[in-house]
């Protein structure tokens, strides 16, 4: 038997440590390359008690390893003559206070670390002077790393590729290919999910129990895994389904994430993936799900045929209803607090629930009947709206891109020296740039809200009856759901 040193034998307990960083792609890979590495070593010393802990972690903070404070604890409590590790490094390469903790640890409880190449016994003074020399080392190598990592993200990002780790569902990274993909049953299940939302009109939250119902597979795949409605909610708001990649939503601030709420300091580029949902069906969502959010949730159950949707007039709060002994319906008296926090509103005292229907089912048919009179008297003419702009803008985007493509195959075979490429390819990029501002600039106009807009309550007022609306053996809720799809609100 060949031993490391003396104060060490085959019957030692040994505690063997593996760790790989979350950005590494071949994770898997690089630790079975280390645990073949260990086992080799503990082959050929001849150690017989040994244990393996495993994770995959960030070097930062070991707070943020749970495996590895696992194995702390025991080394505090003496359980292990040594640990071994494929490197020193391998144990923190992160702040000076957490590389003091781990000294520490193993000086007071004795523990050596053991590497194939050097054993450290820390309560000597050689051995701790070269872990303190070493750990210094590390900590510089692994912050020029973090830069150089956090700078290839950005101009990757800024290229339009996907440098984030795991993209959202139902895309997948391509590892052979470099690029991320669609999955195609993924696929199925978000067109499912945009239909329910935008045409059929469900909640964030009715999705996701008709998802559980129907037994559509969780986003995990796990089989005792539920959908959710945060996670409906999520991936219809997404911008990645949208064709956009960012870097920089969140900040780190002392290991825990928080979402940047400077727009200046995020970037944000048309990517190269497939884009699964319109600019206007984004918008769509997005002020749907803003308008959700600020309607009380028993508003949001349609408890009442008008609930959710009934405003006072003089103050502009919303009003519920209540149903008396009786059983009939009526429209409470609006008492909010007026603006100068002492006098309450008292001009809406409400009324019964037969009387606003009435009117506001003449309001409706009177509306209706001039909304599809202007559609059939107005000239046909070519769409010159934000949406033909747009795509106009998104067609010399992917020109732009092929053309780069063919800068570089002239300069692959010689026909363009480099000082030329770059100048090319640089006049393309600008192009991109200015393309791409001009997409998020039309998006946001009101011109384009303006057409979404027009477009979205001419398919509603066409899919809707309102004779079926007001006489209908309809539900409660299925006439709530009815009426919030045609109108705002009622004063």
Not at 201 to 207: F, R
Not at 221 to 249: C, D, I, M
Not at 362 to 375: G, H, I, Y
Not at 408 to 434: N, P, S, T, V, Y
Request: net charge positive.
């Amino acid at each position: 038997m060949i031993c490391v040193t003396e104060r060490l034998n085959k019957y030692s307990r040994i505690a063997a440590y593996l760790r790989k960083s979350r950005e590494d792609l071949d994770t898997e890979d690089t630790l079975s390359k280390h645990r073949l590495q260990l086992k080799e070593f503990i082959t050929k010393n001849g150690f017989k008690n040994v244990e393996f802990y495993e994770e995959i972690g960030s070097a930062d903070s070991i707070s943020r390893r749970p495996v590895f404070m696992e194995l702390l604890d025991k080394v505090e409590a003496g359980a292990f003559d040594a640990v071994l590790v494929v490197a020193f490094d391998r144990l923190t390469r992160g702040s000076q206070k957490d590389a003091g903790i781990i000294n520490e640890i193993f000086k007071e409880s004795d523990t050596l670390i053991v590497t194939p190449n050097r054993t450290y016994d820390l309560n000597e003074e050689s051995s701790e002077m070269l872990s303190e020399f070493e750990s210094l080392i590390v900590r510089q190598e692994y912050r020029q790393i973090k830069k150089r990592l956090k700078q290839g993200k950005i101009n990757g990002t800024k290229e339009g590729n996907f440098t984030n780790g795991k993209p959202p569902f139902p895309y997948y990274y391509d590892r052979n290919t470099r690029t991320v993909k669609v999955d195609e049953n993924g696929r199925k299940i978000y067109n499912y999910l945009l239909t329910l939302f935008l045409e059929e009109g469900l909640s964030t939250e009715e999705i996701a129990q008709r998802f559980n119902v129907e037994g559509i597979p969780t986003i995990s795949g796990k089989p005792n895994a539920v959908w959710r409605q945060s996670q409906t909610a999520r991936l219809l708001k997404h911008e990645f389904h949208l064709g956009y990649v960012f870097h920089g939503k969140f900040r780190r601030v002392n290991g825990n994430h928080y979402r940047e709420n400077d727009p200046s300091k995020i970037i944000k580029v048309k990517g190269h993936h497939e884009p699964l949902k319109t600019e206007e069906q984004h918008w769509y969502i997005v002020q749907r799900l803003e308008e959700t959010r600020l309607v009380p949730h028993r508003a949001r159950k349609g408890e009442y045929i008008l609930s959710g949707i009934s405003k006072c007039a003089f103050c502009g709060h919303g009003i519920s209803w209540y149903r008396d002994p009786k059983n009939r319906v009526y429209l409470k008296k609006c008492r909010h607090i007026l603006p100068d926090g002492i006098h309450r509103c008292d001009k809406n005292q409400g009324c019964q629930e037969d009387v606003v229907l009435r009117a506001l089912r003449d309001d409706m048919e009177d509306f209706a009947a001039r909304l599809f009179s202007k559609t059939q008297d107005a000239p046909k003419r070519r769409n010159r709206g934000g949406k033909a702009l747009i795509a106009l803008q998104i067609e010399a985007i992917e020109k732009a891109n092929k053309r780069i493509e063919r800068i570089k195959e002239l300069f692959i075979d010689g026909m363009i020296d480099r000082k030329e490429f770059e100048k090319r390819k640089k006049a393309e990029e600008q192009k991109i740039k200015a393309a791409e501002k001009e997409v998020e600039r039309l998006s946001q106009s009101n011109e384009f809200i303006d057409e979404a807009k027009k477009k979205e309550r001419m398919k509603r007022w066409t899919e809707i009856n309102l004779k079926e609306l007001f006489e209908g053996n309809l539900s409660t809720r299925e006439k709530n759901e009815g009426f919030k799809k045609l109108i705002e609100r009622i004063d």
